[in-house]
């Protein structure tokens, strides 16, 4: 198989070395404006780099693509990769520009059209979704998930990345990572009241923090907490009702559930190997965008539905822009 990885920030650079760890057999071609990125990715991979995609699709028999560019670039990327026969797979849109063509155009052409929902594939998701779908009564739950925005990406400023820009802001990615494994886990959101402001002195335009009260159809209610200002990186979910209790610190081994005849929280323990780096905070864990990975070849290859698309991410992106307003 040959791929075209568009963009070879950090994110593409994970793709590329989760896909050699899928399949060292694959031939990556590599495509990005940045010299300096080009010749990091060739140096570290060993595969080949170019600066223009439509030079790529013309001198190589691509099969597919990887879109892994500043979102407000997607709608153009996507459409351009369906309309030579690519399958796609795409990070986070968090705008809806050209939703509706390149659904109907990834149908004409019979390609796969992948969005990336990385909680969606963390095992500690999959667990939190089972223990609260066997239950029978209706649960609460508060989620704070806050960091400081310069910390996002050290290495850079944070006006020169996409959450600089209103239109793809560090609280709107926050919101678009975590609401659809919310919905999945709790439920459809029947009601919410949103109380919002800016509170820091980051040069943005947008607000930096909100605080929700959101209501599910199922009746299970959460306070969910998201900003840009924490200094500390915090990922803190407590899940409570009657005959259930569970906290998540957002990390691998972060999961515990009280046992409630012995009074006592219990860590839940899901991996066999955790896969980590270095540069980032012990809330990326790797295991999660690798089963993307494996999931985007296998909806290739078998034709199985993925459990998130283009559709039920519009969704969240209008409740997102229902939240903002």
Known sequence: MNIV???????GRRRIRLIKQYNDSYKIIGVDLNNERRIASEYEFGIETIDSLEEAIKNHKLDCAIIC???LSHGKLINLCLKNN????TE?????????ENIQLAEEKDRVLFLSSTFLHRAEIKQINKLVKIQDERLNYTYHIGQYLPDWH???????FFVGDKRTNGCREIFAIELPWLIEVFGNIKDLVVRKSKISSLNIDYDDNYMIILEHDSGHKGMLVVDIV??????NLEVFGENLYLSWDGSAEGLKMMDIAKRKEENI???EKVDQLDQYSKFVVENAYYDEIVSFFEVISNNI?????FEKDKIILDLIDRIEA
């Open 69 to 71: 560019t500043s979102p």
């Open 269 to 271: 323990l899901l991996y």
């Open 86 to 89: 690519l399958h796609v797979f």
């Open 154 to 160: 050290p290495w850079e400023n944070y006006k020169d």
């Open 230 to 235: 924490s200094r500390k990186a915090v990922r």
């Open 92 to 100: 986070l849109n968090l705008v809806t520009d050209g939703y509706d």
């Open 5 to 11: 990885v568009i963009g070879l920030g950090s994110m």
């Open 305 to 309: 539905e993925p459990i998130y698309d």
